[in-house]
């Protein structure tokens, strides 16, 4: 590997030591991790064998245990309160338009929070001041409708929907 100039040409001796050398370093440095790597996993395979432990089969069959036990667990239903009032504000929340307004909201705020910039004049402060209050009143309806149409049990079942809650929250004492 050291002496080779080129495809088809005649090797000449230490032509290529820098590159020869690298590559010898290298081959017994990752060879020697890999091969330390294999002695290793045999000595600690050879203990759990002593112990009589297999421990990749014992881990995949705990695992499976655990998950049919967790999957086949009794779980609670809630059921959504079932008043016209919760069922029209369900209807609404649940609704596409709903959802896209409640979307293009979201997402105008972010670009409106992204515009602030240094030296900005009073006017555009007052601007991002007022939309942000705007659409902080709308998440706050948003959440008001979503409790009133699932009930407070399954609203904090959803793990989504407590995370707007703390989203309020924490806009609230900002």
Same mark, same amino acid.
């Given at each position: @590997?050291?002496?080779?100039?080129?495809?088809?040409?005649?090797?000449?001796?230490?032509?290529? /030591?820098?590159?020869?050398?690298? %590559? =010898? $370093?290298?081959?017994?440095?990752?060879?020697? =991790? =890999?091969?330390?790597?294999?002695?290793?996993? %045999?000595?600690?395979?050879?203990?759990? @064998?002593?112990?009589? !432990?297999?421990?990749?089969?014992?881990?995949?069959?705990? @695992?499976? !245990?655990?998950?049919?036990?967790?999957?086949?667990?009794?779980?609670?239903?809630?059921?959504?309160?079932?008043?016209?009032?919760?069922?029209?504000?369900?209807?609404? $929340?649940?609704?596409?338009?709903?959802?896209?307004?409640?979307?293009?909201?979201?997402?105008?705020?972010?670009?409106?929070?992204?515009?602030?910039?240094?030296?900005?004049?009073?006017? =555009?402060?007052?601007?991002?001041?007022?939309?942000?209050? /705007?659409? %902080?009143?709308?998440?706050? !309806?948003?959440?008001?409708?979503?409790? /009133?149409?699932?009930?407070?049990?399954?609203?904090?079942?959803?793990?989504?929907?407590?995370?707007?809650?703390?989203?309020?929250? @924490?806009?609230?004492?900002?």
């Amino acid at each position: @590997a050291m002496d080779a100039t080129g495809p088809g040409i005649q090797p000449v001796e230490n032509t290529n /030591v820098a590159m020869g050398s690298i %590559f =010898f $370093v290298l081959f017994i440095f990752v060879g020697s =991790f =890999f091969s330390l790597n294999l002695f290793v996993s %045999f000595i600690v395979d050879g203990f759990y @064998a002593a112990q009589g !432990v297999d421990s990749q089969f014992d881990e995949i069959q705990y @695992a499976s !245990v655990r998950k049919l036990v967790f999957e086949m667990w009794p779980k609670r239903y809630i059921k959504a309160p079932m008043n016209i009032i919760s069922l029209i504000c369900r209807g609404l $929340v649940m609704s596409v338009w709903f959802k896209m307004f409640s979307g293009t909201c979201l997402l105008m705020n972010i670009i409106c929070m992204t515009l602030t910039h240094q030296g900005q004049s009073a006017y =555009f402060e007052h601007f991002l001041n007022v939309q942000n209050d /705007v659409f %902080f009143t709308i998440m706050c !309806v948003e959440l008001f409708l979503t409790i /009133v149409a699932w009930g407070p049990k399954l609203f904090l079942a959803d793990a989504g929907y407590v995370f707007d809650l703390f989203l309020v929250c @924490a806009t609230t004492i900002t």
